[in-house]
């Protein structure tokens, strides 16, 4: 991690160490990745408008979203099969997020019971890949409870299994099977075939999907762990109305992106949203959350209205802070940090990240987030979505 400087320089480490099916799933988006080149694409349309002579000592990152107070103004996006890529790597997200004061959310996808999780680092929110069983739904949402969690998310954008035809091309496929192909690629990336892959074999067995519903799910190296994230078409309303009645936590829609469905959500009851394309992984073509994010806000009440996809810097988060967002939750980034070098490695993401807000908020002429507004940006060549 010496060499790791910013972000971006994850990507490539984590290239060489993972074998092309599982980089190729992390890093792969929808198509031709049209939504994923817009996610770092509307960062360049922002500037900023700084001001000087201001005495910028005893700056702070603090922040509060939804009554809860975290240390800094980023999380941890949900990441499927994170124990896949990194040793544990749920663990490792969680653990850090909780050293750090921010929070990491736990994927419906993920290969370590939530329970454990939750132990390990109290504080984490879990995310939901509901159907439109609401029995389903409340049993899903008592498991939660009894873990302790107290932020249930709802994921929306993925009703339907998306056209990954990326992933494809590099030969990844839910679930793993045995073959020549596996073999290959662990003798030509042995670090991550011994350290990772075997390890998990050997200490815990065959991983499964611990928490895509109330009971355990298949395991990783089965035909029907492709049934487990499938069959969510009939996801409505109906079913997040139900989980609202019965959840007393706070409660979070992530996946939106038309100001309608945040206006829906607003009287569904939820605490807030989290706009977002699903980082690009699922309708090719669908805008940028950045470019939702105002007219989101003139829907939005009293939600807090938080924001992911395709942040990868201090300046991206300050951009969407100053468009009125509460909160930025970043993805890829970290699951290559945890995939490189586990707890150590998220620890020194954040910290880069840490640096970068202090210092980008000093150059503002900024002490605290609580001043960052529009007038600290330029938006002269902003695409955004046009006001109602």
């Not at 150590?344 to 993401?349: E, S, T």
């Not at 002490?367 to 060549?381: A, Y």
């Amino acid at each position: 991690m010496r060499r790791i400087f910013a972000l971006e320089d994850l990507e490539g480490a984590a290239r060489h160490l993972l074998p092309p099916p599982m980089f190729g799933y992390v890093a792969g988006a929808a198509e031709t990745n049209a939504s994923l080149a817009d996610n770092r694409r509307v960062f360049d349309e922002i500037q900023f408008l700084p001001r000087m002579l201001v005495g910028v000592a005893g700056r702070s990152l603090d922040c509060e979203v939804m009554g809860q107070h975290h240390a800094m103004p980023f999380g941890i996006a949900p990441m499927g099969v994170s124990a896949l890529t990194g040793y544990r790597g749920d663990l490792s997200l969680a653990r850090a997020a909780a050293r750090a004061g921010i929070p990491m959310i736990i994927s419906a996808a993920s290969l370590i019971r939530l329970e454990e999780i939750a132990a390990a680092a109290p504080g984490v929110w879990y995310q939901a890949y509901l159907s439109g069983d609401q029995a389903e739904a409340l049993s899903m949402v008592d498991r939660v409870a009894q873990a302790g969690i107290e932020t249930f998310v709802i994921t929306a954008d993925s009703a339907v299994v998306p056209s990954r035809e990326n992933n494809l091309r590099t030969g990844y496929r839910t679930p793993i099977r045995p073959n020549m192909a596996l073999l290959w690629n662990g003798l030509t990336h042995p670090a991550w075939s011994i350290g990772t892959f075997l390890r998990t074999y050997l200490r815990h067995g065959n991983p499964h999907f611990e928490n895509a519903g109330p009971g355990r799910g298949a395991p990783l190296l089965s035909r029907q762990a492709v049934r487990d994230f499938s069959g969510r078409e009939s996801l409505d309303w109906d079913v997040v109305h139900a989980v609202r009645a019965r959840w007393r936590g706070r409660l979070v829609i992530k996946g939106l992106l038309h100001p309608a469905d945040v206006a829906l959500a607003r009287k569904a009851g939820a605490d807030g949203v989290i706009l977002s394309n699903h980082g690009g992984r699922q309708l090719d073509g669908a805008v940028s959350p950045m470019r939702t994010l105002p007219a989101a806000l003139r829907q939005a009440g009293s939600m807090a209205i938080m924001i992911d996809s395709g942040f990868r810097r201090g300046t991206d988060i300050l951009k969407a802070l100053g468009l009125g967002a509460s909160f930025v939750f970043v993805g890829r980034p970290f699951n290559y940090a945890s995939a490189l070098a586990g707890e150590a490695g998220v620890d020194h993401a954040i910290g880069l990240l840490r640096a970068q807000l202090m210092a980008d908020l000093g150059m503002l002429g900024l002490l605290n987030l609580r001043v960052v507004n529009r007038e600290v940006l330029f938006l002269d060549g902003f695409r955004a979505l046009p006001a109602p």
